[in-house]
Every structure is written in C-alpha cells, then in structure tokens.
C-alpha cells in the first residue's frame, strides 16, 4: 500500500523568506506526483506535475522537485507572500501493491502560514 | 485544463436524509473521481465513475450509502444517502485529464456537508 508523509504537518514562516515543502512515498514505482494548493474550506488547485521521468517542474516562484528512487519529493517556494498561506499537498499516482495509473494517494499536507 | 463546478457549495441536513452533489466539468473525461475530506483530514478517494458503467468503490465505502451516476463525459452525481454526523465532511469532484504519464487531475471547489 503506497503512503505519503508530508513533513512539517505545519510551518510559519516571516514574508520574504524562501522555504521548502517535503514530500516522501513508500513505493518508488510512481506514475507521476502533483503538488496542490488548498485554502480552507475549498477545493484543491494544481500547482505543478512532476512525471516520473522527470527531475524537476517550475512555475512561477514554484519549483519542485523529484527524487523517485529514494521516494521523495521537495516544493520550493521563493520569496514567499502572505497569499501563499495555505495548505499544500502532495500526491502520488500509483505505486503499492495493485498500484494502478489512476489512483491518487494524497499526503495529510502542510499548513503555511506567510506573516507580513 | 479543466474547469470543475460543484452544486450545492454547501448544505446544513438532518439526519436519516440524503443529499445529492452534482458535478459539471468543462470538457469531455473519461474518468470522475469522488473524494471525501473529513475534518483535519487529508482526502479519501470513495470511488471512481467512469462513463458507461458502474462506478468502482474503494475498500469502506459501499454503493446502498454513496449511489453515485455518470450520464455522460462532462456530469456527475454523488448521493449521501441516510446521513449521519459523521458524514459531515467537504466532498470533492475531480477529473483526469492527460495520457499516460502525464495525467493530471483537476478537482472541483467543494461541497460542505454538515449533518446535524
């Protein structure tokens, strides 16, 4: 069974600082991993794609990264604002035993908090 | 890309009634999948709905409590049936877009159940 840590469960951090998300997995044998963005109370935002084949993705301030064979992933967040507070979170297609390429395991996420 | 709307964003119900969520997305997809996300908690895949035929259910989760139907490529619905408290969650739609690897999915603002 494929599962997803996402450490810290919480972070606060003074406006302007760059930091880093992580993100591991049990089963390397992964179709592709998504970052998200959810603000309380609603729905989930994609914030980058990463597939297995590849190292790494950037949007915007975002980056991020995979590192399939050790089961980890990391999003880096540059000169961060207060409107990134929000809870982000990583999830993995396929992976564990009868892992399949449309099944998402999602971490428990981590709650950002930027102050001004 | 895909756009996702969810009816209704919210609903306050009594218990031993059911409420139906309805899912549009903006283009035709194959797979729609149905998540739950209790309080504190990160989301709970309830099953996928797949156009043309019956929906597949994840282990705790059963057809007589969560009917759900699939019309067509672009709708969705999801039945709460016999509420109780601990129903009370948010229920999130989603959608897979892509091909292989590189599938991405897209998920809907949210329905906000609370069940009193």
């Known amino acids: ?116 | 890309s895909a756009v996702i709307s969810q009816k209704p964003s919210r609903d306050i119900c009594q218990r031993g009634t059911s409420l139906t969520i309805q899912c549009q997305v903006d283009s035709q997809v194959t797979m729609m999948f149905w998540y739950r996300q209790q309080p504190g908690q990160s989301l709970t895949l309830i099953a996928t709905a797949n156009q043309g035929s019956e929906a597949t259910y994840e282990s705790g989760f059963v057809i007589d409590k969560f009917p759900i139907s699939r019309p067509n490529l672009t709708f969705s619905t999801l039945t709460v049936s016999n509420m109780s408290p601990e129903d009370s969650s948010i229920y999130l739609c989603s959608a897979r877009l892509g091909a292989g690897g590189s599938y991405e999915q897209y998920f809907g603002p949210g329905t906000r159940l609370t069940v009193t």
Request: charged letters at 15%; proline letters at 4%; one cysteine or more.
């Open chain 1, 1 to 116: 069974k494929q599962e997803v840590t996402q450490i810290p469960a919480a972070l606060s951090v003074p406006e302007g600082e760059n930091l880093v998300l992580n993100c591991s997995f049990t089963d390397s044998a992964i179709y592709n991993l998504q970052w998200f963005r959810q603000d309380p109370g609603k729905g989930l935002t994609s914030l980058l794609l990463i597939q297995s084949s590849q190292r790494e993705q950037t949007s915007g301030r975002l980056n991020a990264s995979l590192d399939k064979s050790s089961g980890r992933s990391t999003l880096y967040i540059a000169a961060s604002q207060p409107g990134d507070s929000a809870t982000y979170l990583c999830a993995v297609r396929g992976g564990g035993s009868g892992g399949s390429n449309y099944k998402l395991t999602f971490g428990k996420g981590t709650l950002l908090t930027v102050n001004p």
